[in-house]
């Protein structure tokens, strides 16, 4: 603490100080923004971190303290967009359509086993025990 010009004590705050506040307040609101974006509240958390980690390594160079929300912000949405690049699957083209998938069996055919399954659970037929045994 110094003195000020009136003689009160002025506390001097360090860059890590300012941004600890700053993130304090700013976490909650780059979480719904995050959760906005992404529609998954762990996806969310992971971003809101991955912004204020970035925000806090341009601490320093963040020169309007004032703009550091809207900083943080941008750094959120590219950090999700970057994300999302990562993720996702690449499309196959192909130079003609694939084949079609083998047809499901027709009802008629389905009945029929199902029935023949019946049939074998009221009339088993021989169990071991029923076999002749060979020597």
């Not at 923004?33 to 390594?57: I, M, N, P, R, S």
Request: charged letters at 30%.
């Amino acid at each position: 603490m110094r003195p000020a010009e009136g003689g009160a004590p002025v506390r001097v705050t360090t860059a890590e100080e300012q941004f600890t506040e700053f993130a304090t307040l700013a976490a909650a609101r780059l979480r719904r923004t995050a959760f906005l974006l992404c529609g998954d509240w762990h996806t969310a958390e992971d971003l809101a971190q991955t912004a204020l980690a970035k925000v806090f390594v341009s601490w320093r160079r963040i020169s309007h303290k004032d703009a550091a929300q809207a900083y943080a912000t941008r750094t959120l949405v590219n950090s999700y967009l970057a994300l999302r690049r990562r993720k996702r699957v690449a499309e196959v083209l192909l130079s003609r359509l694939p084949e079609r998938a083998a047809p499901s069996q027709t009802p008629e055919l389905r009945l029929v086993m199902l029935d023949a399954d019946q049939r074998r659970d009221r009339h088993p037929g021989p169990t071991d025990q029923d076999r002749p045994r060979s020597l």
